[in-house]
């Protein structure tokens, strides 16, 4: 496949991030208070991004040019989701949220089509049903009553959405570290101004060593994450990307499964077919579009 290699960039990111959904949950709960875990997780992140890029010859002509991309970025990717998202979870049934944040295959799907041509079929949207669908297999159907925190949840998703087609633009023209440095920087220090703002920056003082040690974790986990996952949407469609994400939800399953339920049920088993087998199904039409497109 041409895209083999972002194909695999993906599911590193993939394992990055199963393991971040399970740690960071863990983590903002020994914080204490989830912006304050976000902006330190994003700061430090952010630094790790600096270094990187002081490092590299940069093209400023080029950062000049999407410089409305970049700031973009940072706004609806490193900062304003994450706010919306972790508010929205403690007005919500954290089951509620999560379910909401997993139609985000869906919003990249439906703006991928118009805003960067890709191809998708109606084996590939069946494909991202049964991805979706596996869901209610360990969780079942959740009780909906919506509300602001459903709505901020929601927002939060659609934001991330269009940062995966923004990124994926910009990523045409600009070195991958410069728009993770975009979203990370950016980000956090429009998080570390909303910590301030809400008098908790005394907060990130008062941290002990266990909890700076699991933040440091995380942090070392979202580097992971945004290095392999933006190296990913420059090599792969952002729907491929998209979909492959998915399959960290098996990973965080069974982390949870292993230390927190102490339980791995039937009904994991059931979730991991449906989702290994729904993101088979999708790359394999990704597969035979590229082979239809090199026959024409």
Request: positive net charge.
């Amino acid at each position: 496949m041409r895209y083999a290699k972002g194909f695999k960039l993906a599911l590193a990111t993939a394992g990055f991030s199963g393991v971040a959904v399970f740690l960071n949950s863990l983590t903002v709960k020994a914080v204490g208070d989830a912006l304050v875990f976000t902006t330190v997780k994003n700061l430090g992140v952010a630094l790790i991004i600096g270094l990187i890029l002081s490092r590299q010859n940069i093209n400023w002509q080029a950062v000049r040019n999407y410089r409305w991309r970049l700031v973009l970025i940072g706004i609806i990717g490193g900062s304003l989701p994450f706010y919306l998202f972790f508010k929205g979870l403690t007005l919500t049934n954290p089951a509620v949220g999560a379910l909401i944040h997993k139609t985000l295959i869906f919003w990249v799907a439906l703006w991928a089509l118009p805003f960067l041509k890709e191809k998708i079929s109606i084996k590939q949207l069946l494909a991202l049903g049964l991805i979706f669908g596996s869901n209610f297999i360990t969780g079942g159907l959740p009780v909906f009553k919506w509300g602001i925190g459903e709505w901020m949840i929601l927002a939060a998703t659609i934001l991330w959405a269009a940062e995966n087609i923004i990124a994926k633009v910009a990523l045409k023209r600009l070195a991958v570290d410069v728009v993770v440095g975009a979203r990370m920087i950016l980000g956090s220090l429009i998080l570390l101004l909303a910590t301030v703002s809400s008098g908790k920056l005394e907060l990130i003082f008062k941290l002990n060593t266990t909890q700076w040690l699991m933040t440091l974790a995380s942090i070392g986990l979202l580097a992971g994450y945004v290095l392999t996952w933006y190296r990913a949407l420059k090599q792969a469609p952002v729907t491929l990307v998209a979909t492959v994400l998915t399959l960290a939800t098996i990973i965080t399953n069974v982390l949870s499964g292993i230390f927190i339920t102490r339980s791995l049920n039937i009904e994991l088993l059931y979730q991991t077919i449906l989702l290994g087998a729904g993101s088979w199904f999708f790359m394999k039409e990704v597969g035979k579009n590229e082979r239809t497109l090199a026959l024409r």
